[in-house]
């Protein structure tokens, strides 16, 4: 019997990456995005009774009711959630307004408690299922330019791993996936911007498929409580985080290093466009 996803932030990046791979194996998959219109088009292009899409804004609770209700009385199950919808705006700590900070915290870490709860009471209920969070590398060690994101990412991994601790002895595995940067739209928006330039830091950006295909392979079959890609960026991140006061001597050699892969990147793109 096919297995019943729900995939927020399917409309593009990571979730729609995630949401096609699915479809190709056989899931059925309830993709999730606030943006419908492209939906929508993901619907139409691939015209399959396997693929349901609902509109869902992660921040209100009645939206997440409604979308498990929906996938409930179509499929009678829900095996796995992926917690992909996900915001990024960079900007300086002396910059931030309270939009910023309520859009990271409403959207990162509201929306992926929401979520987990909402669907919690139907896989206690068969005391089995899984919830895949997506975190970031930016949750191991904090980054200077991008503090709302990380400090949103830092909540995400510490609920997640806390929640997979507690709800494993109940049958439900939490897996927490910690991404490099990662070759995405969201990523695209980052390459102008001087915030950002510590995102550009490591040797190269992850491919959606490098994402998607450790959250179908290790996350899904070993269920561990993370997954840090790559692994040895994560062991780095996590030395860094554990001394603080040594990193903050690096940061200005590592912006340095990323500003120089942005201007790479951008001329890249100059260069394609002619």
């Known amino acids: 019997m096919s297995q019943v996803f729900i995939v927020t932030g399917a409309a593009s990046g990571i979730g729609l990456a995630l949401t096609q791979q699915l479809l190709k194996q056989g899931t059925k998959v309830c993709a999730c995005d606030i943006h419908l219109a492209e939906l929508e088009k993901l619907s139409q292009n691939l015209n399959t009774d396997q693929l349901m899409v609902q509109q869902l804004d992660v921040r209100h609770v009645q939206n997440w009711e409604a979308v498990i209700q929906k996938v409930l ?44 709860q909402a669907v919690l009471p139907h896989m206690l209920s068969k005391n089995k299922g899984h919830i895949i969070n997506m975190a970031s590398l930016a949750a191991l060690s904090p980054v200077p330019g991008l503090a709302l994101y990380s400090a949103s990412k830092f909540a995400v991994r510490g609920y997640s791993l806390a929640a997979g601790m507690e709800l494993a002895e109940r049958g439900i595995a939490v897996t927490t996936i910690c ?3 990662v070759q995405t739209p969201m990523l695209d928006q980052q390459k102008d911007k ?36 790559p692994a040895w960026r994560g062991v780095i991140a996590k030395a860094a985080n554990a001394f603080p006061s040594v990193t903050a001597h690096q940061v200005k050699r590592m912006r340095e290093i990323g500003m120089k892969r942005q201007q790479k990147i951008r001329q890249g793109s100059e260069s394609t466009k002619k």
Request: proline share 4%; hydrophobic share 45%; with cysteine.
């Open 73 to 116: 009385q179509q499929w009678q199950s829900i095996d796995v959630l992926c917690n992909v919808a996900g915001v990024l705006r960079e900007n300086w700590v002396a910059d931030a307004t309270e939009n910023d900070v309520n859009l990271h915290f409403d959207i990162n870490v509201k929306g992926t408690i929401l979520g987990t």
């Open 179 to 181: 991404p490099d940067a």
């Open 194 to 229: 001087a915030q950002a330039a510590l995102t550009f830091s490591g040797t190269r950006a992850l491919t959606t498929e490098e994402v998607v295909e450790a959250i179908l392979g290790p996350a899904l079959h070993d269920k561990p409580l993370e997954i840090v890609l």
